[in-house]
């Protein structure tokens, strides 16, 4: 495989990968954004409110801002990471953007290279690349982005895929490479040029090996997958090897978090989160339900159990029982850095949820970007 580390835009050892903490937070805080669409509201509206909690983040010192891809989930409106960081990416000017992830077997290495390239030509110096195998789906959707042929084969075959990514965004396929003439654009064929760190993100063992045997950063969704978190961790820093891109490992987990001025909004508010969970996993997926509709849903008992299970990895509550929550997670998992996403149904909600969070660290207000 492709040096992952090789000298173009990965910034040389640990440069732009480790954040720093703001306040009295003990590590990095970032945020991760499905951008989800509540009953009564619009994939406008829920647009609007990532670029208000982008530029909150970046005045607040969070480090950096991805979007995950999701598909055929009507509660959730992130289908094109690259199109809303390059609309984030013209409403901010200092904090990181990122894709957490880019599922990369739904696409064409060379169309994530273009993509991301041009993400970098906009934001210089400010763009991540995290990758994911997971379809982000159900398979009949993934069968119709990535072709019905083509399901086990695009997931078993992940690590050619990177490599390839990795040899167009450095613009170095040997000679006699069937690719060797082609070129990602922008990229480095038209002069000197940055691109995006990779990451590997994953909620199973696969990417945590792949990444510490590359020396690349780790995302863990720890937000939906929280009884692998610590065998995950373990596996990268046990499997990693020092790269030209970090000479130590850098583990980052996705949590669940939601802060609110009082316990029964927060309890209230991720309770839709969870039966918007629950009705996805049922089959039933739709439009995050209000509070007052979760609040009247008739629970099955097992339905019950599944919902308790979900909102037990939630971080959830006051700001000072948000803030006791994540420092304990950072404690227990070494994470070096937190990502938070706050699902609910009220998109002012998760905007006042990150305020808040960035209040009970005393995280400093910074000049707001200009337009």
């Keep these: 495989m492709s040096d992952t580390g090789g000298a173009h835009g990965q910034h040389g050892r640990n440069g732009s990968i480790r954040g720093a903490a703001q306040g009295t937070a003990t590590v990095p805080l970032s945020v991760l954004d499905l951008v989800t669409v509540g009953a009564g509201s619009t994939a406008h509206e829920s647009l609007r409110t990532s670029v208000a909690i ?46 957490g992830g880019v599922m990369l077997p739904n696409h064409a290495p060379l169309a994530i290279a273009e993509q991301f390239g041009t993400l970098e030509a906009l934001a210089p110096g400010r763009i991540d690349l995290g990758l994911g195998r997971a379809p982000g789906t159900d398979q009949r959707t993934a069968a119709a982005l990535r072709g019905a042929g083509r399901l086990d084969e695009a997931a078993d075959d992940f690590p050619r895929q990177l ?49 510490g045997e590359l020396g690349l950063p780790f995302a863990y969704a720890h937000h939906f997958s929280a009884a692998g978190t610590l065998p995950a961790l373990d596996l990268y820093r046990q499997s990693f090897r020092p790269s030209a891109v970090l000479d130590a490992p850098y583990a980052v987990i996705g949590v669940s978090a939601l802060a609110a001025d009082t316990g029964a909004e927060a309890r209230a508010q991720v309770l839709t989160g ?55 997670l950072a404690k227990r998992t070494g994470a070096d850095e937190l990502m938070l996403t706050a699902n609910a149904h009220s998109g002012a909600a998760r905007l006042r949820s990150y305020e808040l969070v960035a209040d009970a660290y005393d995280m400093p207000v910074q000049a707001p970007a200009a337009d």
Excluded: C, K
């Design 274 to 328: 969870a039966l918007s969970m629950l009705r996805l996993r049922t089959g039933r997926p739709g439009l995050v339900p209000t509070p007052q509709e979760a609040a009247a849903y008739p629970f099955s008992p097992g339905e019950r159990e599944f919902v308790n299970g979900w909102l037990a990895n939630i971080v959830h509550g006051t700001p000072g029982e948000v803030r006791t929550g994540l420092d304990d």
């Design 163 to 211: 490599m390839e990514l990795t040899r167009f965004l450095d613009d170095d396929f040997p000679d006699g490479h069937p690719y060797a003439r082609v070129h990602a654009v922008p990229g480095p064929v038209q002069g000197p040029a940055g691109r995006p760190p990779l990451w590997l993100l994953g909620s199973s063992g696969f990417s945590a090996r792949l990444a």
């Design 54 to 99: 982008s530029r909150l983040a970046e005045s607040r010192g969070y480090h950096r801002h991805w979007v995950a891809e999701h598909h055929s989930m009507p509660g959730v409106a992130s289908s094109s990471p690259a199109v809303i960081l390059a609309h984030l990416a013209a409403h901010t000017s200092r904090i990181r953007l990122g894709s």
